[in-house]
């Protein structure tokens, strides 16, 4: 069966400092890869999406990156965090059938930036 | 913006008794999903209706969708203190994104 992972659960950094955040899927091969982050009492607001190994999208402009250096991981980055990057960002993977296919989600990392 | 709205934004109920949901949504889709969250979780996947039917059932959910109208509604009979959580109905096109919109946050009190 396909299980999805992120780390870290949850992350405090200080303004202007950088960030790593790691999605991982298993049990599938080429899926599309996903990084959306949810503001309190909101919806979410897709980020990057990705087809394939080195293919993002980027849905928002912002000070936010994303990268995929193997077919089943995602990585969420900054150079400088700001305030209003705190949220919970949640990574999610689909396969190719559905059009648009479900989305299987990641347990979620909370970032509070201070 | 394309991100749809749930209806109501927030519903509390006493176990056993019903709890409706309803969606509207702005674009043509292929389907629309319905999906819960819990309380700083991720996102569950409940059920898929696509365009071309109307109602669909699973379990104790019953799902519409009127196209004609752009809406839909998610029905949980029966309700248990463990349907507590927010539900988004989640839609697309002819693409991989979905569009969420801000969820109803159910409770339900035993």
């Known amino acids: 069966s396909q299980t999805i992972h992120q780390w870290p659960a949850t992350l405090v950094q200080p303004v202007g400092s950088p960030l790593s955040l790691e999605c991982t899927v298993e049990g599938t091969s080429n899926p599309n890869l996903y990084w959306y982050r949810q503001a309190a009492g909101r919806g979410l607001q897709l980020l990057f999406y990705s087809v394939g190994i080195g293919q993002i999208s980027s849905e928002v402009p912002q000070n936010l990156s994303a990268s995929r250096p193997q077919d089943r991981q995602f990585i969420l980055s900054s150079k400088k965090l700001l305030l209003s990057d705190s949220g919970f960002y949640l990574c999610a993977w689909s396969g190719l059938a559905g059009d648009p296919g479900t989305q299987y989600f990641g347990p979620g990392t909370r970032l509070t930036v201070l | 913006s394309q991100q749809g709205e749930e209806d109501p934004q927030a519903l509390s109920i006493q176990e056993g008794e019903n709890a409706t949901m309803n969606c509207s949504y702005k674009t043509s889709i292929n389907n629309l999903q319905w999906y819960r969250q819990n309380s700083g979780r991720g996102l569950v996947h409940l059920i898929l209706i696509r365009s071309n039917e109307r109602e669909k059932h699973s379990g104790r959910l019953r799902v519409t969708l009127d196209t004609s109208k752009k809406s839909s509604s998610l029905l949980i009979t029966a309700s248990r203190a463990a349907d507590t959580a927010s539900y988004f109905c989640?839609?697309?096109?002819?693409?991989?994104?979905?569009?969420f919109g801000k969820g109803t946050l159910l409770t339900v009190n035993p």
């Open positions: 989640v839609y697309g096109g002819s693409n991989y994104k979905l569009t």
